[in-house]
């Protein structure tokens, strides 16, 4: 059994919003790399007093710990090393405090932005912080509904404006056959990155993999269609395009981190009108899944938009659903 080495991490956003990222000597571990600085947690600090030393003794730079907000929480295992990724926001409180940086210990460092990170290699276990800072807060799930219902709801969501918009529309249509629900993608798609918004087809892969990739952001794999790839030994889509699912337990998590999907919604958080029968996850249980996961989560049922700094404090990424945005 690997011991686990706890270790504070800091998202660094300049006035400008560019993140601040370092490169790993050749003889660390995971070397030659790019990474969000930080380092470990002694035993008598708290992640955030260990990440205000870390920075400061890594790259100069200040920070008030009462100044960072948490983004997310990743337990990650390489073969000859386990990891818990403690990541933390960190932000320029006055424009210029942070051009101090540099690299203390002789290593590399640069101000990216975000739309550019990807252009850099970092090691695997940073791929859920990326994926943590390209995700928005909000995802927006279509009725089971008709056509027309569907495209109301959305315009209704678009219309919601900037601020309080869902970041993601999670096109969900199981009463519509593929014809129709390609038909109805192509319409909604250029609207939504019109808005800004990512367009998420929930349907079958084989829909997808037809047009798909044309009219839509990523996939997200519904409780059948999960269970038929649950077995796959990779993940069903390209790397680019976004993949997510649904799980409720444990195994469903495990399953699904094993396919490779780049976030996930846990069901149900609270009662839900949509599915009155389906009992709520215990404190523990929803505190057993957010513990074990290695990517971001969504809350899903019976949650409104008022409930995201509650489930931010709970370690997710936001929060999921259908009346919390806009009642047809």
């Not at 920070?63 to 997310?72: D, Q, R």
């Not at 927006?140 to 495209?151: G, H, Q, W």
Request: net charge negative; hydrophobic share 45%.
């Amino acid at each position: 059994m690997k011991k686990i080495v706890h270790v504070a991490v800091g998202v660094i956003f300049d006035a400008q919003k560019n993140i601040l990222i370092a490169k790993r000597s050749d003889d660390q571990h995971q070397g030659g790399l790019w990474e969000f600085p930080g380092g470990k947690v002694e035993a008598d600090e708290t992640v955030q007093q260990a990440l205000a030393r870390e920075l400061d003794e890594e790259v100069g730079i200040q920070v008030a710990p009462e100044l960072m907000t948490p983004l997310i929480q990743i337990p990650f295992h390489y073969p000859d090393k386990s990891v818990y990724l403690d990541v933390w926001n960190v932000f320029e409180t006055n424009s210029g405090d942070f051009k101090v940086a540099h690299g203390k210990e002789g290593q590399p460092v640069v101000w990216v932005p975000l739309a550019e990170l990807s252009d850099y290699e970092f090691p695997a276990a940073n791929k859920a912080i990326l994926n943590a800072l390209l995700l928005p807060e909000l995802i927006a799930i279509t009725p089971d509904s008709d056509v027309e219902s569907i495209r109301s709801y959305i315009a209704g969501c678009l219309g919601l404006g900037i601020e309080k918009s869902p970041g993601i529309i999670q096109l969900r249509a199981p009463q519509i056959a593929q014809a129709e629900f390609v038909e109805l993608a192509k319409v909604l798609y250029p609207q939504c990155l019109q808005a800004g918004v990512k367009l998420v087809w929930n349907c079958p892969l084989d829909w997808f993999e037809a047009e798909g990739s044309e009219y839509s952001d990523g996939l997200h794999l519904s409780v059948q269609n999960f269970v038929a790839l649950s077995d796959m030994e990779k993940r069903p889509v390209v790397d680019d395009v976004w993949l997510s699912t649904s799980v409720h337990n444990l195994a469903e998590l495990e399953q699904a981190q094993q396919l490779g999907v780049d976030y996930l919604l846990v069901s149900p958080v609270q009662k839900t009108s949509s599915h009155p029968d389906a009992e709520p996850l215990s404190d523990a249980e929803l505190k057993a899944i957010l513990d074990h996961t290695r990517i971001p989560v969504y809350g899903l049922g019976g949650l409104a938009v008022a409930d995201l700094a509650e489930v931010k404090k709970q370690g997710m990424q936001g929060i999921a659903g259908i009346s919390a945005f806009y009642q047809l």
